[in-house]
């Protein structure tokens, strides 16, 4: 079959199906590696006391943190994906993997022409050139599940366009299922049921995102909810030309959130980080619903400071038990009632069915959130960039190794995720924002506020 744009395009790009029994192979011996010493760490922790066997765990995760990042990293596609969503803030997973983890970049080799235009006429049955005006063959995008084109409708529209890489889905889920293995080396810490219940979210959230009609469909929604909103929107869907392996949507114009945070000056990028802040803030704790993907390239600016949310496919929707339990938790940490906190960890399912009173230490929660929370106990602009939180939960958790076994709930993984990621955002551009007022605004707002918070010291 010609089509009209095939001399601009040649034949860059790699065809992504190759090597895939050889990816298997190398996850496989991974997890049996990573088994191993899983293994062997256990028996050796039951020669150890206390602060020793806290000690070498520490030290187990470093180096097994180290082994894994490198071998996603080089594998990228759907392995990575998952790297990528269980890198998250400490609530999840120990710093040593959230640190990793963290360095992974959603990139991959872009696929040839030939394969772009097969993917979108399997889709339509019909040539590009009837459901596409124009078609640039070179991508403005590749990432682990597709990559996206340029193009132009029939109609005029320019448009945005995901193509899906083939039998993406059934690698996708054999990925996964090899992954599994791997992560087994973390039930040094937590128990095998919470783990394949963790493995079960992250999975059902990696598949959703493979369903591009799922994901126009949240594009329509996510457009009508931030409609309330002033200063931010998510792009036009066009469902008449989507399928499951091609999403259309309008091409938006402007500049990456980051590289256009980069270019102004202290107030006026507080003042749009603080709009960033509160927009997810209103999502999680108003709509209870999250786009659970704030990666800095998933955001433009445009030209008129409006804040563009783009890629809907990893959306959220969040328990109220779970969006009201963190503005309690804030509440209570500001009234100084910390066996409060406690009761409202167990009662959201940190800690499993019947949490040790170990893990739920009131002392340890103080300190813990002392560290974690800093940003929201001082009503001022808070410095992300030198906020020195990892540093400070290491020596937190050498002092309650009994804080790894206090497991947040499965429906907690991408909201925890969603809130690492903002936070990582704020401190890789510098931001100086107070996030108090916003937090306090939002506590009394939804009814949660039981009296003038107490504050430390700015």
Same mark, same amino acid.
């Given at each position: 079959m010609r089509r009209r744009w095939d001399k601009l395009a040649g034949e860059q790009g790699e065809e992504l199906a190759g090597g895939r029994l050889k990816r298997f192979a190398r996850m496989g011996r991974l997890g049996m590696s990573v088994g191993t010493d899983a293994a062997l760490q256990r028996v050796g922790g039951l020669f150890r006391r206390g602060d020793e066997r806290a000690q070498a765990d520490a030290e187990f995760l470093e180096k097994q943190a180290i082994k894994v990042t490198k071998v996603l990293g080089?594998? &990228?596609?759907?392995?990575?994906?998952?790297?990528?969503? =269980?890198?998250? %803030?400490?609530?999840? #997973?120990?710093?040593?993997?959230?640190?990793?983890?963290?360095?992974?970049?959603?990139?991959?080799?872009?696929?040839?022409?030939?394969?772009?235009?097969?993917?979108?006429?399997?889709?339509?049955?019909?040539?590009?050139?009837?459901?596409?005006?124009?078609?640039?063959?070179?991508?403005?995008?590749?990432?682990?599940?597709?990559?996206?084109?340029?193009?132009?409708?029939?109609?005029?529209?320019?448009?945005?366009? &995901?193509?899906?890489?083939?039998?993406?889905?059934?690698? =996708?889920?054999? %990925?996964?299922?090899? #992954?599994?293995?791997?992560?087994?080396?973390?039930?040094?810490?937590?128990?095998?049921k919470r783990l394949d219940e963790y493995l079960e979210e992250v999975r059902s959230a990696i598949l959703a995102e493979a369903d591009y009609e799922a994901e126009c469909r949240n594009l329509q929604r996510f457009g009508a909810i931030l409609d309330e909103r002033s200063g931010v929107r998510a792009p036009k869907a066009y469902p008449e030309f989507t399928r499951q392996t091609v999403l259309t949507m309008e091409h938006v114009s402007g500049t990456k959130l980051d590289e256009a945070i980069a270019q102004l000056d202290r107030k006026d990028k507080s003042d749009i980080l603080l709009r960033f802040v509160e927009t997810y803030s209103w999502m999680l704790h108003d709509r209870f619903e999250l786009h659970a993907d704030p990666h800095p390239g998933n955001f433009i600016m445009e030209n008129d400071g409006t804040l563009v949310i783009l890629d809907f496919g990893c959306v959220k929707k969040a328990p109220a038990s779970l969006a009201n339990g963190v503005l309690d938790i804030l509440d209570a940490c500001w009234q100084g009632d910390h066996d409060r906190v406690a009761r409202i960890y167990r009662d959201i399912g940190f800690g499993g069915v019947n949490p040790s009173p170990a893990v739920l230490n009131p002392?340890?929660?103080?300190?813990?959130?002392?560290?974690?929370?800093?940003?929201?106990?001082?009503?001022?602009?808070?410095?992300?960039?030198?906020?020195?939180?990892?540093?400070?939960?290491?020596?937190?958790?050498?002092?309650?190794?009994?804080?790894?076994?206090?497991?947040?709930?499965?429906?907690s993984v991408l909201v925890f995720r969603t809130l690492g990621g903002i936070k990582g955002f704020l401190t890789s551009c510098g931001g100086h924002v107070n996030v108090h007022r916003m937090a306090l605004d939002c506590v009394r707002r939804n009814g949660r506020l039981t009296a003038q918070p107490q504050l430390n010291a700015s």
């Open positions: 080089q594998m &990228k596609g759907a392995t990575m994906k998952l790297g990528q969503i =269980l890198s998250s %803030d400490p609530e999840l #997973l120990p710093p040593q993997f959230t640190e990793a983890l963290t360095a992974l970049q959603s990139e991959a080799p872009p696929m040839t022409w030939t394969t772009v235009c097969e993917v979108i006429e399997d889709a339509f049955d019909r040539p590009i050139t009837d459901v596409f005006a124009w078609f640039d063959p070179e991508p403005i995008g590749a990432a682990s599940i597709g990559q996206v084109h340029q193009g132009r409708l029939h109609s005029g529209e320019h448009v945005a366009v &995901k193509v899906q890489y083939p039998n993406i889905i059934g690698t =996708l889920d054999a %990925d996964l299922r090899n #992954l599994g293995s791997v992560m087994q080396m973390m039930r040094v810490v937590f128990e095998k002392e340890m929660l103080r300190e813990y959130h002392a560290i974690t929370l800093e940003p929201f106990l001082v009503d001022d602009e808070f410095d992300f960039a030198n906020w020195d939180m990892r540093r400070r939960l290491q020596s937190f958790i050498k002092k309650y190794p009994a804080f790894l076994r206090l497991a947040p709930p499965p429906e």
